[in-house]
């Protein structure tokens, strides 16, 4: 017979020692393997294997290079022969991320009966696909690959400013897979590079605004005199077809030690660039690389800019490849002060 407690209820458990209704005394640790095991034993960082219970094969997570989701087998058939499967693995465990699992039930074609009440709003036939991840090639890394030449091809060609060709990135930002994946190629260019802050020129620089979202790094503005508050000014330059212009940086966006990468959508006479790598010695800081979507070589901004301390000028997209001329009107007179 149970005993009594202190609040009138009765005992679930038997009094008697000997009885077989009494719980018997716990072991430490777990009871199984399917259970999480003693105090102090949880699992590490290390990834679920094949034959423990909780490896699913078909888990699948983010690869920021591309942003699509994949399995770790189809992740590691892509990087094979690149890097070790050990590598891939770590690449898998710290740096993609996980795709979060959806928290309602799929409702099953050919269902019997009526739809329940709290399915019908997630059936399959509401859930949107999800548009197509293009991942970037070897190829497509080249400055003359097929990438290359198709955002070339939508980038126009005016006279301007007393240029007789002028090449307008309006006609890139008609197309936002194409200026996304030039976001991409200069993502995955600095990717490892070990950069601490993404600068970009005024203005059309800041088009690239996304690169620094992909590599998860600030983004700092680099603007012309009077336009920010808190600055630190530069010394005048010149452009190819502009007077003489001072470059700002807020201050404390750039503190020493920093490496940055310095981004603008052309490297024609260097000006710029010039002025963008004095700011950032001034700073005490690292200028890794200076990177442009279009390189205008016959002008020498690569050269200029490489005396001035750059370590390396990358230009994406050569001269040659931009033969699109745009379309104008009769009568167009040539404008821009």
């Excluded at 019908?120 to 400055?143: C, H, N």
């Excluded at 290359?148 to 990135?169: H, Q, R």
């Excluded at 197309?175 to 600095?190: E, S, V």
């Excluded at 690389?289 to 279009?294: H, K, Q, R, T, V």
Aim: proline fraction near 6%.
């Amino acid at each position: 017979m149970g005993r009594i407690n202190s609040d009138g209820r009765k005992e679930r458990h038997s009094g008697d020692p000997k009885s077989s209704v009494k719980a018997p005394p716990k072991k430490g640790g777990g009871g199984g393997k399917f259970t999480m095991g003693k105090v102090g034993s949880e699992r590490d960082d290390r990834p679920l294997e094949e034959g423990d219970p909780n490896y699913d094969p078909d888990e699948k997570r983010v690869d920021p290079d591309d942003g699509v989701a994949y399995t770790f087998e189809a992740l590691a058939e892509f990087y094979k022969g690149k890097f070790s499967k050990q590598a891939v693995r770590e690449y898998w465990d710290k740096t993609c991320t996980a795709v979060k699992r959806e928290r309602y039930i799929k409702v099953k074609d050919g269902l019997l009966g009526p739809t329940p009440y709290w399915a019908a709003p997630f059936s399959k036939a509401k859930v949107k696909p999800k548009p197509e991840v293009k991942r970037l090639t070897p190829d497509d890394m080249e400055g003359k690959g097929p990438l290359a030449k198709e955002i070339a091809a939508v980038i126009p060609n005016f006279p301007f400013k007393k240029l007789d060709k002028y090449y307008d990135i309006q006609g890139l930002l008609h197309h936002p897979k194409l200026l996304n994946a030039m976001c991409a190629i200069f993502a995955k260019r600095y990717r490892r590079s070990g950069i601490t802050k993404v600068c970009a020129f005024e203005a059309r620089g800041f088009l690239f605004a996304t690169v620094s979202i992909k590599l998860g790094v600030p983004f700092i503005m680099l603007r012309k005199d009077g336009k920010m508050p808190n600055t630190v000014s530069s010394a005048p330059y010149t452009k190819e077809y502009e007077d003489v212009n001072t470059l700002c940086v807020q201050k404390g966006a750039i503190v020493k030690g920093d490496k940055v990468v310095l981004i603008d959508d052309f490297v024609a006479t260097g000006g710029t660039l010039c002025a963008g790598i004095e700011l950032m010695k001034a700073m005490k800081a690292e200028v890794v690389e200076c990177g442009c979507m279009i390189e205008l070589e016959e002008l020498g901004g690569r050269e200029r800019a490489m005396k001035a301390g750059a370590k390396n000028v990358w230009g994406f997209i050569k001269e040659d490849l931009l033969t699109t001329e745009a379309k104008l009107p009769d009568g167009n007179v040539v404008d821009g002060k």
